[in-house]
């Protein structure tokens, strides 16, 4: 057991006008399992990045342990994969690897098989395995729960329960709630550690946030309050000065000692308030700093004619001889949030890009509305590059609504100058999304649309979802999300 020590830690990426962390302190207990969590583009990659030396920055961190980083990079995917173990980790024993893939269910002959061949899932698990291989290291374990189906999700995070020492980067809150013991949260203006799980660590920035928003209040009342009392004092202590120079009712003169030390005391207690008020407006500056706005999405989903939209009846699909999957049957019907669920490879993606209309080989009969328009959210990214402006446009939608809507998924103003290919993951996914809502569709049809995108921002597309109660077929992964949106569930 020891410890990592974060002092004054200073970055910004060179040339760039964003500062991405600024004089921050903290330390890590290398025993803990520790859930890594914040928004899209807050630096959790960068500062893993930081911690394996890739970056110059200000500040210290010090460590007894060395660093591991997950994905590895793989050189050579054509190689067999107990080679891409070795070049991992060439003082591996066998007997060692075996033990851990096991654990993950991955039988033996996939090392004698080129590491390519794997399906992702079983990459990820090989990959996991050479990870925890090495003694005396602090793993970096970064997203490894995207492309893997919900069974495989399960069965990593059994394993990671078994295991300590690493930092893990999540925003499935399954997932994470069963496999840690700390949370590691990048807010707005610093960063926390906290024991607990997710669930745990949610609970405890709900209570917070509602305690800060309740004082925010009464400090807003109270400020107003002691503005209004110090400005009628200050009136009054000015009328009664006035009449040092007047004569009482009777015709007597007046006692201007009297009035000169009442309208002193008015003052006085005038200058309190102004005291209590601007410590008042001090400790409310104090406040709200790292509560995060989610507002509301919004999404207009145009009528259809007919009640059904689409349906697939016994429905095989194929690659050239093979056999993606066979007598799929579903109806697709106006207000329906169905879940095709099933195994990476099973044809979740091929029967959505099939309902979309792309030519893929099939037997059995697939019917779809005339006229229907549909907006898709593909896995894939990897195409979006240029601006923003030059995307909305290309896209043929609305580009303030566009905008609007990826500042309400917590994009800053500074990221609509930047070109998307310098996008983190979930900003990617993000666009994609917006996108979509901003498209006049009568079906929605999306691939993953998770895949990266922060808890916050999956907790408001679910609150969408439920608001609005479009009519959508989607693959997921997020058990969370599944349960809260599908209102069917076809199994492949």
């Known amino acids: 057991m020891s410890l990592i020590k974060v002092t004054n830690l200073t970055f910004a990426y060179e040339g760039s006008y964003d500062t991405i962390f600024e004089n921050v302190s903290f330390q890590i207990d290398t025993s803990w399992k520790l859930g890594f969590t ?154 926390e550690i906290q024991r607990g799980n997710f669930s745990d660590w949610w609970v405890n920035k709900e209570r917070q946030d509602n305690f800060e928003l309740a004082e925010n209040d009464k400090l807003k ?45 008015m003052m006085k207690r005038s200058k309190s308030m102004e005291h209590r008020q601007q410590a008042a407006i001090e400790e409310k500056s104090g406040l709200l700093k790292n509560i995060e706005t989610a507002e509301s999405l919004k999404l207009a989903q145009l009528a259809y004619h007919a009640r059904e939209l689409a349906a697939l009846d016994h429905v095989s699909l194929y690659y050239g001889e093979r056999q993606v999957c066979s007598d799929v049957s579903f109806t697709v019907e106006q207000g329906d949030r169905i879940a095709l669920s099933g195994k990476n490879g099973s044809g979740k993606s091929s029967i959505l890009k099939l309902l979309v209309g792309e030519d893929i080989a099939h037997t059995g009969t ?19 590059r240029g601006s923003l402006t030059d995307f909305a446009r290309e896209a043929e939608i609305d580009e303030s609504l566009f905008k609007a809507i990826l500042r309400k998924l917590d994009f800053a103003r500074v990221q609509f100058e930047k070109d998307m290919s310098a996008f983190s ?36 597309i679910e609150e969408l979802l439920l608001e609005h109660a479009p009519t959508i077929v989607f693959v997921e992964h997020d058990r969370a999300f599944c349960d809260h949106i599908a209102t069917k569930i076809v199994e492949l």
């Open 38 to 191: 914040g928004r899209n583009g807050r630096g959790k990659t960068t500062f893993l990045n930081l911690l394996l030396g890739k970056y110059p920055y200000s500040g210290h961190i010090s460590a007894q342990v060395g660093f591991d980083y997950f994905p590895f990079h793989v050189a050579h995917s054509e190689w067999l994969t107990m080679d891409v173990v070795s070049d991992i980790d060439p003082d591996y024993e066998h007997w060692m690897l075996m033990r851990e893939l096991t654990q993950l269910r991955v039988s033996e002959d996939v090392l004698y098989r080129p590491f390519d061949s794997l399906s992702q899932g079983e990459q990820t698990k090989v990959l996991l395995a050479a990870l925890f291989l090495k003694d005396n290291r602090f793993l970096l374990i970064d997203e490894p729960t995207n492309h893997l189906d919900m069974e495989a999700r399960e069965l990593v995070s059994d394993y990671l329960k078994s295991k300590s020492g690493f930092i893990l980067v999540s925003h499935d809150r399954v997932f994470l709630d069963n496999c840690i013991d700390h949370v590691l949260s990048i807010n707005k203006t610093n960063i």
């Open 221 to 265: 009342k109270d400020i107003k309050r002691l503005s209004e009392a110090a400005q009628r004092t200050n009136q009054w202590s000015h009328e009664v000065e006035k009449t040092k120079n007047g004569t009482r009712n009777s015709g007597s003169k007046v006692d201007k000692g009297y009035i000169g030390h009442k309208a002193a005391k």
């Open 366 to 384: 697939l019917r779809k509305g005339s006229r229907l328009k549909i907006s898709y959210v593909s896995q894939d990214t990897s195409q979006l």
């Open 425 to 460: 993951g979930g900003q990617k996914k993000k666009v994609l999304i917006a996108r979509s809502l901003c498209e006049q569709a009568h079906l929605h049809i999306w691939d993953e649309p998770l895949n990266f995108i922060d808890v916050l921002s999956r907790m408001q």
